[in-house]
T-cell receptor, first 113, second 109 residues
Framework: KAGVTQTPRYLIKTRGQQVTLSCSPI?????VSWYQQTPGQGLQFLFE???????NKGNFPGRFSGRQFSNSRSEMNVSTLELGDSALYLC????????????FGPGTRLLVL | GENVEQHPSTLSVQEGDSAVIKCTYS??????FPWYKQELGKRPQLIID?????GEKKDQRIAVTLNKTAKHFSLHITETQPEDSAVYFC????????FGAGTRLTVKP
């Protein structure tokens, strides 16, 4: 099976712009979770989508949003970018059942200038 | 919501020694506790996990213990090797996982 893929891999934006990141899960997986990774902060949970619905949400401002399509692919959008949004954004897919392993994509590295 | 604390943030050991990383969690409803290893520039990879109906699990040089009463779990790596050098993350939850801040392990040859 193909692994989790993310596009684009690298992105440079300026403050105030918006950005959309994409994640394609492992075939058959219905859950996609998004994380923000910054040095020293570990993996901060953004939200989780399951069957096209946001099932869980972390403590990020409303500028961070997402959606999931019927083929389980997910997108994450960040509006009005701030310098502090510079990070590695990782998505992870799983079957969506409780206590199932999450498999991570390679991440999208976002730099906000 | 769930809050996971991980210690230590950095750990340096000599090759062949053991390494122990500890995590505590806050939500007693959490039943799944995976550990991930992230090498520089790579994605996190699952190395071992444990579910709440089990107190200990071992896979070759790696073991994890879980104490649900005290809400803490630990990763044990024995006979460490230089290739074990990486950042290790613990996590807790069910289908919404919360991660610790990570432990940077350095194994000195």
């Amino acid at each position: 099976k193909a692994g989790v893929t993310q596009t684009p891999r690298y992105l440079i934006k300026t403050r105030g712009q918006q950005v959309t990141l994409s994640c394609s899960p492992i075939s058959g997986h219905r859950s996609v979770s998004w994380y923000q990774q910054t040095p020293g902060q570990g993996l901060q949970f953004l939200f989780e989508y399951f069957s096209e619905t946001q099932r869980n949400k972390g403590n990020f401002p409303g500028r961070f949003s997402g959606r999931q399509f019927s083929n389980s692919r997910s997108e994450m959008n960040v509006s009005t970018l701030e310098l502090g949004d510079s990070a590695l954004y990782l998505c992870a897919s799983s079957t969506g059942r409780n206590q199932e392993t999450q498999y991570f994509g390679p991440g999208t590295r976002l730099l906000v200038l | 919501g769930e809050n996971v604390e991980q210690h230590p943030s950095t750990l340096s050991v000599q090759e062949g020694d053991s390494a122990v990383i500890k995590c505590t969690y806050s939500d007693s409803a959490s039943n799944y506790f995976p550990w991930y290893k992230q090498e520089l520039g790579k994605r996190p990879q699952l190395i071992i996990d444990i579910r709440s109906n089990v107190g200990e699990k071992k896979d070759q040089r790696i073991a994890v213990t879980l104490n649900k009463t005290a809400k803490h779990f630990s990763l044990h790596i024995t006979e460490t090797q230089p290739e074990d050098s990486a950042v290790y993350f613990c996590a807790a939850g069910n289908n919404d996982m919360r991660f610790g801040a990570g432990t940077r392990l350095t194994v000195k040859p």
